[in-house]
């Protein structure tokens, strides 16, 4: 089954409106893919996408079996939208590919800067010249989609966030991710960073099929840290069957964003939607792609 409706956004973007946190908003034996098993080089000198002007809160949605990747159905699936936390599915790939080049190791603690520390939530609240390891920073961004978090990883690996950005949207080129642009590690809002359903689609079972290792991170329902115990962002996470990940995203200028993936018995589904009106219309639209498409 294919779905298909092209609408074309027209004006441009006017960026108004209140800094959103960039999460979910405030409530009350797979083989791997082929661009995901082979060694991917990162060209440092790949540039920037095109310039795409996004519709604010544009909805799109898109069903892909993981296993072949093959499209099972969508909505507006290669328009343009705004990634919101979705964003830090590539922060997270990149920091996972640093431990698997051994240059980081979980245990390796990343230092916290000023400016990671005075993110808007969500946040862990780090401390200027603390320290978080590298497993604390990849499940607070798993579970808790913190931002703070999300700097502090791209300061370690890069040295500066807009050096980490291109890097990020370096490797979204090596992916195939032809679509879209990065300009940060949170997805804080910036009318820059633009993507589409099926790149975050692509993104996401590369994420998943690259580094199996790491899968507990996003079935986690809560994240310990300092004492504290934070809920995942993800609400379907054990209340619809078989669901075990991915991420999801709020800001103002994109609406309800959410990649989630399931299995049950042989069969894995990924499915994205972007621009939900309401939390809750984002969580049962994509409980309904998931029934549909098992």
Known sequence: ??????????????????LAACQ????????????A???????????????????????SELVIDMASGAELSSINADEPRY?????????LYLLFEEVSSGRYSLSTPL???????????????LKVGSTITVEQAARALAVK????????IAENISGSESAFAAK??????????SRTRFVNASGLPDPA?????????????????RFPQYGSYFRATSFSFNGRSYRATNNLLGKVAGVDGLKTGYISMAGYNLVATARRGGAQRLVVVMGGKSEGARDRQVTKLLEQSF
């Not at 089954?1 to 209140?18: D, F, N, P, V, Y």
């Not at 098993?37 to 909805?59: I, M």
């Open 83 to 91: 990634p919101a936390s979705l964003t830090k599915m590539m922060t």
């Open 145 to 152: 989609s913190a931002n703070d978090v999300a700097i502090v």
């Open 37 to 59: 098993s082979q060694p991917v080089p990162t060209v440092a000198a790949v540039p920037y996408a095109p310039a795409a002007t996004a519709v604010a809160r544009g909805y």
């Open 24 to 35: 979910t908003a405030p409530s009350t034996s797979t083989t791997p893919s082929a661009v």
């Open 111 to 125: 230092t916290v800067s000023a400016k990671a520390a005075r993110q808007p939530p969500a946040k862990l609240g």
């Open 168 to 177: 990020m949207t370096s490797k979204a080129r090596a992916l195939g991710l």
């Open 193 to 209: 960073q633009v993507t589409t359903a099926r790149d975050m689609a692509s993104l996401g079972r590369a994420l998943k099929s």
């Open 1 to 18: 089954m294919r779905i298909t409706h092209l609408a074309r956004g027209g004006a441009a973007l006017l960026l108004a409106a209140s």
